[in-house]
């Protein structure tokens, strides 16, 4: 799963409960574990820090909490080798 802002390698379970072009997570990662240089948008994170992929911004001006609620991604099929 990637975007401007990141890549991880995570589990993906499709679902009829979910529809199709979009990605639903309950966590933001097992921990960062990057395969390369930490902080290069290149480097994919094996712990699956969903957080990479999302918005810095907050809720609003006056409230200082995260406001992630969406973000665009891609998704590919892992072609590399043991992670």
């Given at each position: 799963m990637y975007?401007?802002?990141?890549?991880?390698?995570?589990?993906?379970?499709v679902t009829p409960r979910i529809i199709e072009g979009v990605v639903h997570s309950?966590?933001?990662?097992?921990?960062?574990?990057?395969?390369?240089?930490p902080g290069d948008p290149k480097t994919i994170d094996r712990g699956g820090t969903i957080n990479q992929l999302t918005n810095a911004r907050f809720?609003?001006?006056n409230c200082p909490g995260m406001g992630p609620n969406s973000c665009l991604v891609e998704i590919e099929k892992w072609k590399g080798g043991e992670a």
């Open positions: 975007n401007d802002r990141g890549a991880i390698l995570t589990i993906v379970t309950y966590s933001s990662g097992g921990g960062y574990d990057p395969m390369g240089e809720i609003s001006k």
